[in-house]
C-alpha cells in the first residue's frame, strides 16, 4: 500500500540481485577444490539462471495473494542463510572479527 517503500525495495532487491549473481563467479571459484572446480561454478551459474527464470513466475502467484510472492521471496534468503550454518567449515565456529 506504500508505492515508495516498495520501489525502494525492489531497486535494492533488483540491485542485490544483479550485484550477487557477478559475483558469485568470483567467489564460487574460490570456494571449491580444483578437481571440481569448473562443476561448481557450472553448477552456481545454473542455479543463478534457473532461479532468474523462476522470479517471473512467482510473480504470477500474486493474482492468488498479494503476499504470497513476497513470502517466498522473503523465506528463501533466510532458508539459504539458516543452512549456510550447517556447512562443515561454519560449524561451532564464531564468526570472523
Known sequence: ?????????????KFTASASFSTSYVYAAELFPTVVRQTGVGLCSMSARVAGIMAPLIRLLGQYHQSVPMAIFGSA????????????????TDLAD
Not at 500500500?1 to 532487491?13: E, F, N, R, V
Request: net charge negative.
Open 1 to 13: 500500500d506504500q508505492p515508495m517503500a516498495t520501489t525502494i525495495l525492489a531497486i535494492t532487491g
Open 77 to 92: 534468503p533466510v532458508v539459504g542463510g539458516l543452512l549456510c550454518v550447517l556447512l562443515p567449515e561454519t560449524r561451532g
